[in-house]
């Protein structure tokens, strides 16, 4: 390849790179739509008028414990509502507000969230044994990357499929707790049981780790 060759190839792929952090910084009407999937954002907007009580108008809560919501992919809000109604995952409060609407319902406030600016962290989770964990896993423990399923930063994979959410800037406290319900067994609606595998063998430390580095994402 000569020096000029080298130089256009090189041009070129900057300009992706360029065009690629534009677009994720400044999600697209098409990345959005694709999240929201099929239901109404307005009706969700007033159906969800009791979840924002918890999770913030637009999805942004202020409790540790309340997750937000803003920018979810819809399939996994009400994957997680489902499960709710089902038994499939517990909690005192959800697991009764999710057995008081019906699944058109549960739809539209899915939309009305993934609707919504996605989640950003405080970008102070500087923690490398969290990014480490989260960007390679630990293949000698069986962990895989974070990164692997919930995708650069933590902003999610794929809007299709509903059992990998958003995770880069949620609340730390909310992670924290989750990974350890993840790791005792107290949570287990993920497919297969993937992700009290994957807790497992994580310590406290690491818990901690994760939990820091994840919600300044």
Not at 15 to 21: C, D, S, Y
Not at 103 to 122: C, H, P, R, V, W
Not at 151 to 171: C, E, R, W, Y
Not at 197 to 203: D, E, N, R, V, Y
């Amino acid at each position: 390849m000569s020096h000029i060759q080298h130089n256009i190839v090189t041009g070129f792929f900057s300009v992706v790179l360029l065009t690629a952090t534009t677009a994720y910084a400044a999600e697209s009407v098409d990345v959005i739509k694709l999240r929201m999937g099929a239901g109404s954002p307005g009706m969700g907007q007033s159906k969800s008028e009791l979840c924002q009580g918890c999770h913030g108008e637009n999805g942004i809560s202020v409790d540790e414990m309340a997750p937000h919501l803003a920018g979810q992919y819809a399939l996994y809000i009400a994957k997680e509502l489902r499960n709710f109604q089902t038994g499939a995952r517990t909690h005192q409060i959800m697991s009764a507000l999710a057995t008081t609407i019906n699944d058109a319902e549960l739809i539209d406030i899915s939309t009305y969230f993934a609707s919504q600016k996605k989640m950003q962290g405080n970008g102070q989770g500087d923690n490398p044994v969290g990014e480490k964990l989260f960007l390679k896993g630990d293949a000698s423990r069986k962990i895989p990357a974070c990164e692997n399923c919930h995708g650069v930063n933590g902003k999610g994979l794929a809007p299709n499929i509903s059992t990998f959410p958003v995770i880069g800037g949620q609340h730390k406290g909310y992670l924290r707790a989750q990974l350890i319900n993840w790791r005792s067994g107290e949570r287990s609606n993920s497919p297969n049981g993937m992700m009290n595998q994957f807790a497992k063998p994580l310590t406290d430390a690491e818990i901690e780790a994760l939990a820091d580095y994840i919600s300044g994402l």
